[in-house]
Each structure stands twice: as C-alpha cells, then as structure tokens.
C-alpha cells in the first residue's frame, strides 16, 4: 500500500505551503482562470489513466497548492473562515480515512462521543446545562442540547425549525398554518432569510427590526415591531439577534432582547456563528451577557476556532425543543435498542453527517483551553489596536469602532473605487480583503483571523490601499 509514501509526499508539500504562506514567498490569492487549471491539473489524464501517486501526485499537488487562496498567509484578511491549526487537518485525515458517519452511534461510537462531549462543552460556555452522559432515556430533562452540522447556515435552520415545532406542534402533520412570521434585523446573514424561505415563510412576513446606523438593534423600538406583526394578524416564530453582524462585527444587545422574548414568549434565537467564540475568553465574553435567556445558540468553529471547515455547532437551552424538531421516522435507523451510546440522528437534516466533533476537539486538545482563549484574545485585541490607527489616517474613515477582529473603512473616494483598490490588490496577490455595505456605502473590510497577522501588516495594507488610490487616479 503506497499510503505512507503518499502521505509522506502530501505532509511534505503541506509543510512547505505552509512555510512560503507564512513568510509571504507566495500571493495571498492567485485567480487563475478556471479552464487553464483544469488544463493544469491534468484532471482527464488522472482520471484515465489512474496514475495519482507517487511523482504525479507531487506534481500535481504542486499545481494544486499554487492555485489555492492562502489563509496561513498574514495578508490573508478577506473572510470568515479559520487559519486552521494543523491539529485539525489531521483529525480532517483521520475522519476522513475512518469514515464513521456518527449520527447513529453504532457507526462511530468514538466520533459520537467526542460529539457529545463538545457539545456539552459549548452548552457550558453559553451558561447551560450540559446533558448527562448518560442511557439514552433521561438525557433531555431541565438540561440544554445540540448538535454538529455542515455548517452556519444548516445550523440557523435547523434552530428555525425547532422554533416551529415548539410553536406549531402538529406542523410536521399538517403542515404550516398561515400567521407565521419572523423578526429579525435586515442586517442579518442571508442564511436567515434563505432558512425561513426553506421554511414555506415568505419574505413578506420577515419583519425587520428597527437598527442603529451601526445595524444594531434598538431594543426599546421592539414593542413597535411586534405590534406591527400582531396587527397583520401573525404569530412570531422567533426573534433573531446577531452576535456578532457579519459585515460590521458587531454585537446585538442580547440581554435587552432577551428579557424582551421572554417577557413576550418569544423563541429567541442567537446567530453567533462569528462571533460566540467570545464566549471563550473571559475578557470579551461580556458582549455576549444575556445569551443564556437564548432559547438557541449557533457558534461556527471553523471560524474563530482555527477549526477546519465545516464544523458549526446549534446549541439549545431546552434539550427537548431540539429533540422535538424533527419528526419524521425511519424504522431503519430510529429504533428502540440496547446501545451504550446516543443517536444524533433525529436532531439533524443530515442523515449521512461526518465526525465534525474531531477536528473541533484536535484543535482544542492541541492549544489547550488557554491557547485557545489566548489566539481569540490576540485577534480581538489585534482589532482595537488597528482601529485607532485606521481611524486617525486623514484620508481614511471607519463607519464604527471594532467590537470583534472585523474593521470596516474606507479610502476617500466613491464606492467603484473602493471595490477597485481591492481588485488591483488581490491581482498583485499583495493582500486579500473583503468589502461590505454599510448604512449604503461600500466599506473595504477586514476580519483578523490569523495568528500570523499583526500590526505591521495592517499598517502595510493602508499604505498599499493608499498607493493603489494614487495609481488608479493617475490613470496607471
Ligand atoms: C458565517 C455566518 C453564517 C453562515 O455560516 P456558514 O458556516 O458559513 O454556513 C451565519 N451567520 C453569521 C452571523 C455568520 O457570520
């Protein structure tokens, strides 16, 4: 078997990336265009004749790691999306090589474990009750639960849907009645909108709530939007906050809104997809306080976690709401039986699901609870540190002040040229940033989320975003 010489080959190559994207030897991003890779790649040649090992394997993971986007890269400042710790590839690795799909215990007893533990770990940083590891039976009571899932988006649905089946418990009978409705801020991720679509909700009754400049909810204008939806004969399925805004980072007030839900029986849900990992570090953790009235939580690893993508995290205060989402039966795979372990089965859309839990645990059990909190520390403090220098630049301007390790601002000029400068810096493969809309105008943006990113490299980019002005203006 040449898998100890094919991997050797792959760590090799690996090791190697990471060092050229460390030091900056190699661009950031490099778009090529889509038929020269292919061409490059060798694709239809590999395919016929299967030859994939050895030398051909280096060759063309030579090719394959150039035409990647750099996230070990310091300039790599563009998206949400964790600089992974090598602990969680290689769980990615053995998760892959095992191939346990755990959702029903008895096909990975190891990665349902571990699944459950994380959980139970989460459950406690948002100031719930973890579930007993326990027989099957008494799991649920007076404690909180969750579940993995292929992502953020996945996960804000199935929250969705867990509010339906509390609200509408024969929903999976007879179908959706025709008041339901949802509050959110228009700021929040589209998977929100995309959910209560999923959901048979028309977007005539998303009702957004009211905002601050910064998008931020204005939790004293929440009795106005509730009456406005009661007026139009609706029922609130939930209330969505964002901790933290995907294009600002910034934390809605959870504590308000909480006591407002639960003086309203509302089912308040929390898309802390970014931004729960606060909930880690006891400086930063107070701008999630309130989080616990939450009736669900959603927390991305593979963000702020250094956790290889995907692997997100629905947490539930009430264990039986999330036991009760889903209602279908599979005879097949949901039956009584004598097991040592849990199914996680009935809590997920997914039925085939991978052993996310592993790649989060490999991260944590590699930096250690500390290193962790201390990596999250870093970043959002990195943030406050940038902010003044970004903002005291006379020809720059920040729309609002950092709460999380993502800066908006904004070079004097109109919106093309903004969207400009960042197209002439990702083409030199300089440095890699996003851009937002805020309050109307386009925002270049920045989330810090390597380790390998300091201040050096934040003062560079203002440089170069001021350089590219000067060349796009003198027409070069
Ligand atoms: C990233 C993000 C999501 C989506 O999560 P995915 O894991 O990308 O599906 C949802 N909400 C917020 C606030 C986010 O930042």
């Known amino acids: 078997m040449s898998f100890l010489k094919d991997s050797a080959i792959v760590s090799d190559a690996l090791q190697a990336y990471f060092q050229d994207s460390l030091r900056s ?49 310091p300039a790599y400042l563009a998206h949400q999306v964790a600089s992974p710790h090598y602990a969680g590839a290689l769980a990615s690795l053995v998760d892959g090589f095992t191939n346990n799909p755990m959702a029903i215990y008895e096909m990975g007893p190891g990665a349902a474990a571990i699944e459950y533990f994380m959980i139970n770990w989460l459950l406690e940083k948002a100031g719930w009750k973890a579930a007993p590891v326990g027989p099957n039976k008494s799991i649920n009571k ?78 004293d204008r929440l009795p106005q939007a509730l009456q406005r939806l009661r007026d139009s004969g609706k029922r609130p399925l939930a209330l969505v906050a964002n901790a ?44 999630l306080q309130g ?57 997920t859309v997914e039925c085939t699901k991978a052993g996310l839990g592993l790649r989060l645990f490999m991260v944590l059990g590699a930096l250690g609870e500390k290193g962790m909190e201390d990596y999250i520390d870093r970043q959002y403090d990195l943030a406050r540190e940038a902010y ?16 999380s390790n993502i800066i908006c601002f904004r070079i004097e000029g109109d919106d093309s040229l903004q969207l400009e400068i960042r197209n002439r810096l990702m083409a030199q493969g300089s440095f890699y940033l996003s851009t937002a809309n805020v309050d109307g105008k386009r925002y270049l943006r920045i989330a810090l989320m390597n380790p390998a990113t300091d201040l050096q490299v934040i003062m560079a980019l203002i440089e170069s975003v001021r350089l590219a002005r000067a060349e796009i203006e003198s027409g070069l």
């Not at 692997?311 to 097991?339: E, W």
């Open 244 to 287: 933290c805004s995907t294009a600002l980072g910034i934390y809605d007030p959870l504590d308000e809104i909480g006591h407002f839900c639960r003086g309203e029986d509302i089912w308040f849900h929390v898309d802390g997809a970014h931004g729960a990992s606060a909930l880690v570090s006891k400086k930063y953790r107070h701008l």
């Open 291 to 347: 989080v616990e009235m939450a009736d669900s939580l959603i927390w991305d690893a593979h963000k702020l976690m250094r956790t290889p993508t995907v692997c997100a995290a629905l947490l539930v205060r009430d264990g039986r709401t999330l036991d009760n989402a889903f209602q279908q039966d599979a005879s097949y795979l949901f039956h009584d039986k004598l097991q040592p372990g849990f199914d996680f089965i009935h809590r």
């Open 142 to 219: 007076d404690c909180g639960a969750g579940v993995l899932t292929h992502g953020g988006s996945l996960a804000n649905t199935t929250a969705l849907i867990a509010a339906r089946s509390r609200l509408v418990p024969d929903v999976w009978q007879q179908g959706n009645p025709p008041d339901l409705a949802l509050l959110a801020p228009a700021e929040s991720h589209y998977s929100i909108g995309r959910a209560a679509g999923i959901l048979g909700i028309g977007s005539d009754s998303l009702y957004a709530l009211a905002v601050d400049n910064r998008g931020v909810i204005i939790p």
């Open 388 to 403: 003044p220098f970004i903002a005291s630049q006379a020809d720059f301007y920040c729309p609002a002040e950092p709460q």
């Open 25 to 73: 030897d190699k661009p950031v991003i490099n778009q090529q265009e889509m038929g020269s890779l292919i061409e490059k790649f060798g694709l239809q040649q590999h395919i016929s004749n299967g030859d994939l090992e050895g030398g051909q394997l280096k060759q063309f993971l030579d090719n394959y790691l150039d035409s990647t986007t750099r996230l070990h890269h």
